[in-house]
């Protein structure tokens, strides 16, 4: 075997996994470069090989593998510090709900599936409605053909706000729950909706519910991300200057750990219930190797996580999730029950990129109109 053929091999992983970790800083907002926030778990298991790899051969190194050792390992200490909190090795930053007597413990069940618009399997999705009975069921790229066949679940969820659109961005929303002066935003981009809505717990106390698809950044769609994050920006202003009890869900075009959904907790004082426990990579079905977490739910800190769960594939190119949570208020004040503290430049960077997001979004809906 030529050993100097793999050595210079794995000298070239080493180099590749600390180019795009520094890449992925660059302060752009570019697809090419956003997207490296994605695969991070994929580019931690690919420089673990590599790092261990370069010791094999480290009589052998001079001053250049030595300093390749030296990026690639900051390059996965970064990389470990934005996974590690979805593990069960991370403190959580939901606690787990409090065992209480039947009629007692007010639960929630939210499934959130995005169905891809094209996904002929329309009735795997009713019978796991049928199956697990969400109180909310969240869907994203739902169109006219979906809209119908969810009519079968209509006599459970008497309260129901439907956009069937045909664009990858239609969105319906059924609930068992009352829902309060529902309405309909497109905050961004012309053709991109979000429902904001209230909703009337089983305790009689009433919270928001938000539910948003944004565009993501991909050389097929948006080409830069300034969208996507300035309406995820935009409503958690929205929640924190209003001080609302909310939850906002759905499939965000982002991952947990990137800069702008961590920004986006800070800013809107939202938990993320996944913290603590596991990742609930949703995205894609296809490729286990190449999966990570793109559809999401954050809450007010008065929930606790009864539990969360991937389900089976309904033929999207998305797993559905449910979440269950339950409402416990006085856990609200508690430390364990705290959103990540608010930094200095949060502000003034959410303001920034919500009127970049609206510049941006102007364009974007310019271009749309112009290409129907």
Not at 130 to 139: A, E, F, S, V
Not at 192 to 215: A, E, K, V
Request: charge should be negative.
């Amino acid at each position: 075997m030529d050993f100097s053929l793999l050595y210079y091999g794995v000298q070239l992983l080493a180099g590749l996994i600390a180019f795009i970790t520094f890449w992925g800083w660059l302060p752009l907002d570019n697809w090419w470069v956003r997207s490296v926030d994605f695969p991070r778990i994929q580019i931690l298991v690919l420089g673990i090989i590599a790092w261990l790899s370069m010791l094999l051969f480290w009589s052998q190194w001079q001053l250049g593998q030595w300093l390749l050792f030296v990026a690639l390992s900051v390059a996965l200490v970064f990389q470990l510090r934005m996974v590690l909190p979805y593990t069960k090795i991370w403190k959580k930053e939901v606690q787990k709900a409090k065992a209480k007597p039947e009629g007692e413990a007010h639960q929630l069940k939210i499934m959130v599936s995005n169905v891809l618009t094209p996904n002929e399997r329309t009735q795997d999705l009713v019978d796991l409605v049928n199956q697990r009975q969400p109180d909310i069921l969240i869907t994203l790229e739902s169109d006219q053909k979906w809209q119908d066949a969810l009519n079968q679940v209509e006599p459970d969820y008497p309260y129901t706000v439907k956009i069937p659109l045909d664009n990858l961005y239609g969105m319906h929303l059924y609930s068992k729950l009352e829902l309060i002066d529902p309405t309909v935003n497109y905050l961004m981009i012309d053709d991109i909706p979000s429902i904001h809505t209230q909703l009337r717990l089983q305790s009689g106390r009433i919270i928001w519910l938000y539910c948003l698809h944004p565009m993501p950044p991909s050389p097929t769609e948006a080409d830069k991300s300034t969208t996507r994050d300035a309406e995820l920006l935009m409503v958690g202003k929205h929640i924190k200057e209003h001080d609302q009890t909310a939850i906002l869900a759905g499939d965000l075009n982002d991952v947990a750990w990137s800069k702008t959904t961590r920004r986006f907790q800070r800013i809107s004082g939202l938990l993320d219930p996944r913290i603590g426990r596991h990742f609930i990579n949703t995205f894609h079905v296809d490729y286990p190797f190449l999966r990570w977490a793109l559809d999401h739910l954050f809450h007010s800190a008065c929930f606790t996580v009864v539990n969360i769960e991937r389900l089976p594939s309904i033929g999207s190119d998305h797993f559905p999730v449910l979440t269950t949570l339950q409402y416990e208020p006085e856990e609200a004040g508690k430390q364990e029950q705290n959103a990540p503290t608010l930094e200095s430049e949060d502000i003034k960077e959410t303001e920034n990129k919500i009127e970049a997001g609206k510049k941006e979004g102007d364009k974007v809906s310019k271009e749309h109109t112009e290409n129907q």
